[in-house]
Each structure stands twice: as C-alpha cells, then as structure tokens.
C-alpha cells in the first residue's frame, strides 16, 4: 500500500545544532577568566529554529537535515519532537551533532563558538522528499546539496521558497539565485554588495521578493518595481540570539498562508522581536498567543 503523503505547512531544510548558553557581564579578554551568571542548554540551528517557530505559531512544520547519533543529538531530536515537529527527514548519524558554545552579555550582544568538525553536508541524494508536499520550503543554506538537487522540483511545482541568508558562504551564493524570496542579514548585504541600498538593488535582479533585515532597526525590502522599510517592534533587549530564525520562521509560515505582504513583514518582525526578550534562541521563540498578542496590538 502506498504511503500517504506528509502534508506540511512549512518544511525547513538545513543546520541542527545544540546551544550552549553563558549569560556573562562582559565578553571575556584575552587569557581572562570569567564566570556565568545563568546557563541553558537547548537545541538550536538556523532551520531547526526556523521549524520549531513555526510549529509553535500553530503551524505543520518539519525540518529536514542532520543530527549525530549521540548524546545531544538524542537531546535535540526529543525536543523538535515535544515541540509537534515532524522530523521524518531528519538523518541521524556518526558523525557528532554540532555544539555552539553562546556568550550573552547584559545588553543582549552575543558572541558565539560552533564547533562541527567531522559533520559535513549531506550528499544530494541523502534524503528523499518524494513523500512530503510542503506549502512552503525554507532553506538555510547549510545543506547546499540537498537544496540544490530539491529546487528543480520545488519550482516544477510552484511551491515556494525562502532562503535564509545569514553570511555569504558556499550555500547561501548558490541558492540566492534560486528562491522566490531572498531573506537575508545586514552583514549579508554588505558582504555582498558594500552596504545595504546597493544589495537591494543588485539582490533584486536575481531575487523576486528581497528582504535585509537589520536588527532592532527594522528591515528594509524590494518587491517588482516597490521597495520600503518597516521599523521593528520595540521590546526589552534580553538576547538576540536566534532572533533572525525566529524571522525565517515565521515569514516562511505567513508566506504558507498567503497572508499580504506587509503582514507577512509584520509576521516576521514579531516573531524575531519576541526572540529578544528572553534568554536562549529555543526558549525565546514565541508562543502562538504571545504572537498573536504582538501582531495584532504592536506592542507587548
């Protein structure tokens, strides 16, 4: 008998790692020891982010990608579990799970240390999405194989896509030219073009829909022959971290719903906003009413 398809509002594809968290008063020194005021360990990652924050908001969320099979990345997978995540592409192997080590000071800067030597991408057959239907396709960049060898069939199908672009590395320049929308970092932007107004325009020849998000300052966009800012939502800065996942997520689960344009932008905003306020990328996502709470009124 014929499995039935997987129906899904928003499939993340791309980097699962796990987070440790130092709240710290200042960013340590050279050969300077310090000592943490608070600790939380929890899952993490661009896309694996991305998914729980969809799921959280109330929507079908999977991710796809890798996670060693060892200790922390049982610890992970139970957790996109409790969170209502599908994780049926999600590929457990020898390789060890990736650690990043998170330093957050008072002000909510961070600085961070990932470690994943051993892990490397997936091959372009690694996974099969024959028994998936997404309604949308969130890439992070950090599987450039595995999304590379997908977006043929994704853009066969009309389904649409997102890429969450962060830095400028092997992933996000191969896939920057392939999505619907190209939701990318300030520091993206000026990798790629020296500041922000040039890479809205240069990006928009390659990319229908641009967004540069630009922290607590807002984000800027270019849609056709349109093109605007949105401030972000003011809310007490307690860590960034995971912040721009919680964007990704949201966004691509707003475009999921066909929502309008700038509340698609507002979506995202509240998301990431939200992320800010508490301690920790996973334990900052919002829930689907304090969401729904920030949307709706635009202010906590």
């Known amino acids: 008998m014929t499995k039935p398809l997987i129906e899904v509002d928003v499939l993340c594809i791309g980097h699962a790692s796990y987070d440790l968290v130092f709240s710290v008063d200042h960013h340590p020194a050279a050969d300077e ?59 457990r192997g020898p390789a060890p799970t990736p650690i990043s080590a998170v330093l957050v000071k008072p002000d909510g800067k961070r600085a961070l240390v990932n470690y994943k030597i051993g892990t490397h991408p997936l091959p372009a057959d690694a996974l099969d999405f024959s028994r998936i239907n997404p309604k949308v396709v ?19 199908q009309k389904i649409p896509t997102v890429l969450d672009a962060g830095s400028l590395h092997e992933g996000t320049e191969a896939l920057m030219t392939q999505v619907d929308y190209l939701v990318c970092s300030e520091k993206f932007a000026v990798q790629v073009a020296g500041s922000v107004a040039s890479a809205l325009a240069q990006l928009a020849q390659v990319a229908p829909n641009v967004v540069i998000t630009l922290g607590e300052r807002g ?46 932008l507002r979506y995202a905003s509240a998301a990431g906003a939200l992320c800010c306020t508490k301690m920790g990328a996973r334990p900052g996502l919002p829930t689907r009413e304090e969401h729904r709470r920030l949307f709706e009124q635009g202010r906590l």
């Open 219 to 264: 984000l800027f966009w270019r849609r056709g022959g349109e093109q605007g800012f949105m401030p972000a939502f003011e809310v007490p800065d307690v860590d960034s971290t995971g912040a721009g996942d919680a964007f990704h997520g949201a966004f691509a689960a707003a475009v999921s719903q066909r929502m309008a344009w700038p509340d698609v």
């Open 138 to 156: 969130l890439f992070d960049g950090h599987e450039p194989q595995v999304s590379a060898a997908y977006c043929p069939t994704l853009r066969a």
């Open 33 to 91: 020891k310090t000592f943490a005021t608070g600790f939380i360990d929890c899952g993490g990652g661009p896309a694996a982010n991305a998914a729980v924050t969809a799921a959280n908001l109330g929507f079908k969320a999977a991710f796809a990608g890798y996670l060693g099979a060892d200790f922390y990345g049982d610890k992970h997978l139970q957790e996109l579990i409790a969170h209502g995540v599908d994780t049926g592409l999600t590929l």
